[in-house]
């Protein structure tokens, strides 16, 4: 595994055939942080929500709460909780799923759905929490907004590219960047003060490497800026590369500084910083292992480590992502084969991870996991079962019990608690 300063800066036939493993569902191995997403196209044109009230999608199944330790003040009362699905999938959503959490018990209560937004595989929200954003996964592939107050679709633009599949808000609020799995490319867009999106100002293709084994080309699977926002990193999964960029923040361009490759064939999927932002843990798809990475600010230069076990076993497992509880003692691995979470200890300051075990999740292929902001409850989107599943976090070791019975909801590929 190497990095190297910078070099010269699609495909779906690899990602349908492997997408059969996922039965009816479609696509497994890439989404919510990527996944083959459903055939169809995405409007442009705005579009209004769909009933404020209760309804009976994302579903009204909710967990039952557990016993629990007295919470602090900054566990109480509901909290919004949004679900991303594929409406282009057999059993799948109308739309975004909208939901509340109990911040002490974990206990989901729906809300209704946002319509007119069309195969919402993954979701972001702007740092000043009014503006929700969502990929359509598509060959034709965009990037929608949605202005929370009145769930309004403000409207929709092209990714540039097939089936994007990650999206993350740039620190500074102005800036969209996507990832477009199926044709290898990062794209910018802008943000303009009501949350919409502006024209495209950036696409780039991951034009080398050359592929990894048994892949058809470049398939960008991520792309988020560093803790300090001074870069932008791109995880590729076809090339078993992560590009490091400089955005440009008065034009909203892409500049390549470095590159890091991982082992051939790892297929990195998701990478996820520790707070202190000095290292980073990267989720290798293909050969189902982690790595610990070494993370340069000043110059944006990513270090791979060695490989290390999910605690899987030898088996079919195809890890999903990777989180860091907020003061950076724990982390936690998706594991879709094995439908479980790994457990780690994150030791010397970021620089180790030490495998402790692996629980069930409560379902079948947890396509994306995410922590509650105060790192008390995790939450677990359950493709297969069409369910999210949640659990509460041990604050002294890291433990995870579930929050009662999973919460239904349709072909649930993401799961975004605020």
Known sequence: MTSEAVGDRGGWSRRRALGLLAGAVPAALAGCAGSDGPAGSTSSSPATNAPTGPSTEPGTGAGTESAAATPSPARTGPRPLYIGTYTSAEGGGTGIGVATYDARSGRVTGEGTITGVGDPSYLAVHPDGRT????????????????????????????????????????????????????????????????????????????????????????????????????????????????????????????????????????????????????????????????????????GRLTPGPPQSTGTGSGTNYPAQLVVTPNGSYAYLANRGHDSLTRYAVEADGARLRLLDTVPVGGDFPRQIALSPDGSLLFAALQRSSAVSVFEVDADSGGLRRAGAPFASPVAVCALPL
């Open 132 to 299: 929700l954003y969502a990929v359509n996964e598509r060959p034709e592939g965009g990037v929608t907004a949605v202005r929370l107050s009145d769930r309004t679709v403000l409207g929709t633009r092209g990714s540039g590219g097939e089936a994007p599949c990650h999206l993350s808000v740039h620190p500074s609020g102005r800036w969209l960047l996507s990832a477009n799995y199926g044709s290898g490319s990062v794209a910018v867009h802008p943000v303009e003060e009501s949350g919409a999106l502006g024209e495209r100002t950036d696409l780039v293709v991951h034009r080398s490497p050359a592929p990894g084994p048994g892949q058809d080309g470049p398939h960008a699977h991520q792309i988020v800026t560093s803790p300090d926002g001074g870069h932008v990193l791109a995880v590729d999964l076809g090339n078993d590369t992560v590009y490091t960029y400089r955005l440009d923040e008065s034009r909203g361009t892409l500049t390549e500084v470095s590159r890091a490759r991982v082992r051939a064939g790892a297929g990195p999927r998701h990478l996820t910083f520790h707070p202190e932002g000095r290292y980073a843990y990267l989720a290798n798809e293909v050969d189902n292992t982690v790595v610990v990475c070494a993370y340069e600010p000043d110059r």
